[in-house]
């Protein structure tokens, strides 16, 4: 990630740093999710090809590249101790709401969609 602009992903809570509370975390991801999900990919440009997740042109993130934006975003913000902490708790979070090893292998399920990744990042973020 290292000279990667990530500035397009900022994300900046009342204080003007990123919050580093992971069910903000987890709702910046849903929120990336929100406006495009892929398969088989960390994160696609408007023509369905294989980014970064945080690159500038990336227009949709599966889960773990979901994760990966905000992380970096968060990184970008001078956040670091804080952006590994709360990427860890969230992780946290989501073992709670999904039962798999690898964050890739669900979200590329042949069945997977959408809605289901969305409900999964709603249900990790709920208090308690």
Request: charged content about 20%; some cysteine; overall charge negative.
């Amino acid at each position: 990630m290292t000279g990667t602009d990530v500035s397009h992903l900022s994300e900046v809570s009342e204080n003007g740093r990123p919050s580093d509370d992971p069910r903000a975390f987890l709702s910046a991801a849903h929120g990336l999710i929100v406006s495009g999900w892929t398969q088989r990919a960390d994160a696609r440009t408007s023509n369905g090809d294989p980014t970064d997740p945080w690159n500038r042109d990336a227009v949709c993130w599966s889960l773990l590249g979901a994760l990966t934006a905000v992380y970096a975003r968060r990184r970008h913000a001078g956040s670091t101790d804080g952006a590994l902490q709360a990427l860890a708790q969230a992780c946290v979070l989501l073992a709670r709401s999904i039962d798999t090893d690898s964050l890739t292998a669900w979200n590329d399920a042949g069945a997977r969609t959408q809605a289901e990744v969305l409900a999964a990042l709603d249900q990790a973020a709920k208090p308690g």
